[in-house]
């Protein structure tokens, strides 16, 4: 049998309440939100390439970061590289990010959403 057409269209992250979030990465990313149906939220990249969708999870646990034994875990993170990481982090702190205590590595700042999931920068080209 040959593989079908399969492709990744979205990650999905959940939080406490889906829209708040997704505005967070709304501001964050620039991108639009294309369908807003209360409890589920997409983001499309207008470039063409895979969308953020956010799902209102009422009893969602923020990750721990950095990991510790019998606490949640982080399951995913997002990378997102940038030109100027100064800049990149500012703009991250304005629009409702805060900086985590814990950085694991230079060239990369970690940051947590506002529902607690960490995501990455890092300059693009390293």
Known sequence: ??????????????????RELARFY????GWAIAVDE??????????????????????????????VADRQQMMMHLDLGVADMD????????AGAALATHQPQEGVRVFLDPAGHPFCLFLLGD
């Open 38 to 67: 209360g409890d589920w939220v997409i983001l499309r990249d207008p470039s063409g390439g895979t969308g953020l969708s956010f799902q209102t999870e009422p009893d969602h646990v923020p990750p721990t970061w950095p990991q």
């Open 26 to 29: 709304e501001r964050l990313l």
């Open 1 to 18: 049998m040959d593989r079908p057409s399969i492709e990744v269209c979205a990650v999905v992250l959940g939080a406490p309440d889906a």
């Open 87 to 94: 800049a990149a982090g500012e703009w991250a702190l304005g």
